[in-house]
């Protein structure tokens, strides 16, 4: 399994704390570093003169997987406001990220006309790093599919765009059965507001209704 230097040195660092410089030297360090098999470079030396180190102190066991666990949080948490790639190391903190499902808040209707415009908002509960956004129209008086009568032409994600320039892009894109629909957002926080901008291509007989939800990941418990 691939281990995170970021990780590993934190890990390490709260091993000293805890036990003391006296019982790790920077030598020891170094090589529990450099061996990528953690588990085993500490089941043999280096782990006996930790855990002397641990029972001269009074750390216990659950003390330095609680230590190890909270550094892992910090790191994912750091990862995904940098928009890093999480690797195996970073999943060991809790788990995985967790996929969230962020309806709009309501359903809006669009009159028939072209032109005609409507939105979809929806507000973050849980920070979470935006991945698709799927739209369903249905006509209200055939109740037939109406998504591609509209264009989407904003999507923004607080104050910032989704979009790298102004456009209309077909709603349909953003169907749920969809291929490509996949973004790659900065993290929304918490009380940040989703926003999609709809507007019809052509003109119809009826009006439609709108609706949809947001899928995003999220690392936090």
Excluded at 166 to 175: I, M, R, S, T
Aim: with cysteine.
């Amino acid at each position: 399994m691939a281990n995170d230097s970021r990780i590993i040195g934190n890990y390490l660092a709260d091993v000293g704390a805890l036990v003391g410089e006296d019982d790790i030297g920077e030598d020891e360090l170094a090589a529990l570093v450099g061996d990528l098999e953690l588990g085993r470079s500490m089941r043999h030396g280096q782990s006996r003169r930790t855990h002397r180190g641990m029972r001269r102190s009074g750390i216990t066991s659950a003390d330095l997987s609680a230590a190890r666990a909270a550094r892992l949080r910090n790191t994912n948490h750091a990862a995904m406001a940098e928009r890093e790639q999480l690797t195996a190391g970073h999943y060991v903190a809790d788990g995985g990220q967790r996929t969230l499902y962020l309806p709009f808040a309501a359903a809006v209707t669009i009159n028939p006309l072209v032109g005609q415009s409507a939105r979809l908002q929806a507000t973050v509960q849980r920070p979470m790093s935006i991945k698709r956004i799927i739209l369903d129209c249905l006509d209200n008086t055939t109740f037939l599919d109406a998504l591609n009568t509209l264009g989407v032409t904003n999507i923004s994600v607080g104050v910032q765009p989704v979009f790298n320039a102004n456009g209309v892009a077909p709603a349909n894109a953003f169907a749920f059965n969809a291929v490509g629909n996949n973004l790659e957002t900065m993290v929304a926080r918490v009380g940040t507001n989703v926003t999609v901008d709809l507007t019809r291509l052509l003109t119809v007989a009826n009006i439609a209704t709108v609706s949809g939800y947001v899928i995003g990941v999220s690392a936090e418990q």
